[in-house]
Structures are given as C-alpha cells and as structure tokens.
T-cell receptor, first 110, second 119 residues
C-alpha cells in the first residue's frame, strides 16, 4: 500500500469549496486512490475512489494527475456537517487491510 | 447507513475480564475486517476473514481472537482485558473475491463501532 501524506488540519467556512491534497510518491501501478470520511465516534465512510484523471460523485470530486503522485479531494460548498477527518489511502493488490494515517481534520466554521 | 451492524454499541467492563464483540456484514459480503481505534494509535487493522477463513492478520494481540461463522457474521473475542484495550472497535465488510484476494475496487464499508471501556 502506498504511504500517503496529507495536511494534519484545515479550516474552512460554510459555502466554500475545500480541496485536500494528498501526496503518495510511491504509489504502485495497481493502487487506487481512495478517500474515507470519519466523524467522531463513527466508522469511516467511503467517499470516492479513482485511478487516474477525474472522478465525480454526488459527494465529492477526485483529481489525480497523470503521474499519480498526488491527488486532490474536492468538496464543493461545504457545510458544518462536513467537519470530519478525511483519510487518503492507496489501495491495491492482494493486501486486504487498510492502513490509515492521521488524516486531515477539516473544520468548517459558520 | 453502511449496512454493517455491530453489537453492542457500548461495553463497560473490568480489567481481566473477557468480552465478545459481534459484527454482521452487508448482505452478500464475504470478507470481514476488524479494526481498533484508540486516541494515541489511530485506526489499526487487526484481522480479516474471508468466507469463514482467516485471510490476513495485523497487529492483533494474542489475547484477542476472532472467527467468522457460516452465516458470515463475525465475532471478536477480547480476553484478559487491560486498561489499554479501551478503544473503539470497528468491523468492516467487503464483497471479497474468489480466493479472498482483494482488488483495488473492493471497497470496505464500516460499521458504527463498539466502544469498549475497561475500568
């Protein structure tokens, strides 16, 4: 699994777009970039996953450049309820377990 | 709601005791994973089962054991509990693949967790 690096924390205000960047310099060819969201005392929730270029779903967008050494999770028009910890993981191959780093603690203010 | 259920939600017990945590995976999922989350260690993978068989082991203590039953629900047994075992314990499930090898798109869905407090 790729080792990932993300900012420890970020602050934002309601209605803003938030971009969280994750570095994964040693990502393997078959690794997918996956983002999870976790609220306090709750289980991580799958947000989005991608391999290359751009992926969008009803919650977020994920941008992955051609070299795949980084990725950016984009949350459009955040609200207070988006305050959570966001984890970036590189997942692939036959290894089943997920290795979570410290994640990025996003605080959305009114 | 991820579709993964865990019971109990909270558990308070004393040092030296034994407890059992239960997990029911999403319908159709064959793989079950257990994770421990404490304040100082973050989310740590403990063990994975696939269709009743142990598939991968992480930082699981010898005092801990798990199993997956024919109906695919799983139990995590924690014995000789210590204060440091106090944590959130999460179960996750995924569809799994033939032979238990996971692919990158085999998304894991987490349950709500069991909060264990050892006094």
């Amino acid at each position: 699994l790729a080792k990932t690096t993300q900012p420890i924390s970020m602050d934002s205000y309601e209605g803003q777009e938030v971009n969280i960047t994750c570095s994964h310099n040693n990502i393997a060819t078959n690794d997918y970039i996956t983002w999870y969201q976790q609220f306090p005392s709750q289980g991580p929730r799958f947000i989005i996953q991608g391999y290359k270029t751009k992926v969008t779903n009803e919650v977020a967008s994920l941008f992955i450049p051609a070299d795949r050494k980084s990725s950016t999770l984009s949350l459009p028009r955040v609200s207070l309820s988006d305050t959570a910890v966001y984890y970036c993981l590189g997942i692939g191959g036959s290894q089943g377990n997920l290795i979570f780093g410290k994640g990025t603690k996003l605080s959305v203010k009114p | 709601d991820s579709g993964v259920t865990q019971t109990p939600k909270h558990l308070i017990t004393a040092t030296g005791q034994r407890v059992t945590l239960r997990c029911s995976p999403r319908s159709g999922d064959l793989s079950v994973y257990w994770y421990q989350q404490s304040l100082d260690q973050g989310l740590q993978f403990l063990i994975q089962y696939y269709n009743g068989e142990e598939r991968a082991k992480g930082n699981i203590l010898e005092r801990f054991s798990a199993q997956q039953f024919p109906d695919l629900h799983s139990e995590l047994n924690l014995s000789s509990l210590e204060l440091g075992d106090s944590a959130l314990y999460f179960c996750a499930s995924s569809a799994g693949l033939a032979g238990g090898l996971r692919q990158s798109t085999d998304t894991q869905y987490f349950g709500p967790g069991t909060r264990l407090t050892v006094l």
